[in-house]
C-alpha cells in the first residue's frame, strides 16, 4: 500500500463537457430539483477525480476509499449550450486518526476562460497510514449551533429507484448503488444512495425550508458524509441561521445522521424568508 507524494500538487489532464439541456434535465428529475441545481456541477469534473485520485493512491489503498466531504463553490451557474473545461488537482494528503485524508481540487472554466466554480473532493482512506502530512484540509464548514433550535425541518422519503435513476443521469453505475447482492459483500446491508444524490437532495431541502425557488442562487454547498442512506428510507435535514447562510444536518429514519456539518450560501440577490 502506497502513496506518491511527488503527485500532490500536479494538476491532471483538461476535460471537455458539453452542457446540454437534456442532462441538465435528466439530473433535476434524478434529484427531484430543478434543472440547474448546484450539484449538478459534479458531471463536468467527474472524469477528472479517479484519476488525480490515482495519481497518489495505488490500486489497494483505493479499494479501501470512502467519499468523506464535498465543497462546491460555484461562482456562476451552468446553463444549456456551455462547453466546460475542468481539471483535477491533488491537493493535500493528510494522517488522521483510522486512516489517511486526500484533498483534491477541480476547477471548471467556460471555454472562454471565465471561472464557473471551484469543489474541493475529500477521499478517507480507512486504516491506511500516510507517510507524511502534506497540504492543507480543505476549507472548513463546520456546524456549530450549540443546541439551539433549528429553524425547521424538511422530510422526503427516497424512493427505492433513486440510485438507478442518479446513476442514469450522473453516470455513476459504482455497484453498491445498484446491486444489493454486491453492496452486501462488501459488508454493506444493501444498496446505498449515492452520496452526492443525499447531498442535492438535502440542499433542495434547504433551499425550499427558507423559500428560494430557483437553485441557481446557490454560492456555495458543503456537506461531510457520515453515514450511508439507503432506498426507501426517509430523509429529514434540519436547517439553522448561521453566519453568512445557512447551515444543516440530514438524518435518516432512525435519526442517524447521514449528513453533517452542511453548509448552503446564496447569491445576495436570492429573496430569503428570515
Not at 493512491?57 to 451552468?78: F, K, N, T
Not at 446505498?192 to 444524490?197: A, D, R, T
Not at 442535492?200 to 453515514?227: K, N, Y
Request: with cysteine.
Amino acid at each position: 500500500m502506497s502513496f506518491d507524494l511527488a503527485a500532490i500538487g500536479r494538476p491532471g489532464p483538461e476535460h471537455r463537457y458539453d452542457v446540454t439541456q437534456g442532462a441538465l434535465d435528466a439530473y433535476a428529475s434524478a434529484t427531484d430539483d430543478g434543472p440547474g441545481g448546484p450539484v449538478f456541477a459534479i458531471l463536468p469534473v467527474w472524469e477528472t477525480i479517479a484519476p488525480a485520485s490515482q495519481s497518489v493512491a495505488s490500486d489497494d489503498v483505493r479499494r479501501l476509499v470512502v467519499h468523506y466531504e464535498q465543497d462546491m463553490l460555484l461562482h456562476r451557474p451552468i446553463e444549456s449550450g456551455m462547453t466546460l473545461v475542468s481539471r483535477a488537482t491533488p491537493v493535500a494528503l493528510l494522517a488522521r486518526p483510522n486512516g489517511t485524508s486526500l484533498v483534491i481540487e477541480t476547477e471548471t472554466r467556460t471555454e472562454e476562460g471565465e471561472l464557473v466554480n471551484v469543489q474541493y473532493v475529500t477521499e478517507f482512506f480507512r486504516g491506511v497510514e500516510a507517510p507524511e502530512t502534506v497540504g492543507e484540509r480543505a476549507p472548513a464548514h463546520p456546524l456549530d449551533v450549540d443546541g439551539e433550535e433549528p429553524l425547521g425541518e424538511v422530510s422526503y422519503h427516497v424512493p427505492e429507484d433513486q440510485p438507478r435513476r442518479y446513476a442514469e443521469a450522473s453516470g455513476d453505475r459504482f455497484a453498491i448503488h445498484l446491486d444489493d447482492e454486491f453492496a452486501r459483500a462488501v459488508g454493506l446491508p444493501g444498496r446505498i444512495v449515492h452520496g452526492l444524490c443525499t447531498m442535492a437532495l438535502a440542499g433542495r431541502a434547504v433551499l425550499e425550508l427558507v423559500g428560494v425557488d430557483d437553485p441557481r442562487t446557490v454560492r456555495r454547498l458543503a456537506v461531510r458524509f457520515s453515514a450511508p442512506l439507503f432506498p426507501g428510507e426517509a430523509l429529514t435535514t434540519r436547517v439553522w441561521r448561521v453566519d453568512g447562510g445557512y447551515g444543516f444536518e440530514t438524518v435518516n429514519a432512525d435519526g442517524k445522521p447521514v449528513l453533517k456539518d452542511g453548509r448552503t450560501e446564496l447569491s445576495m440577490s436570492a429573496s430569503l424568508d428570515e
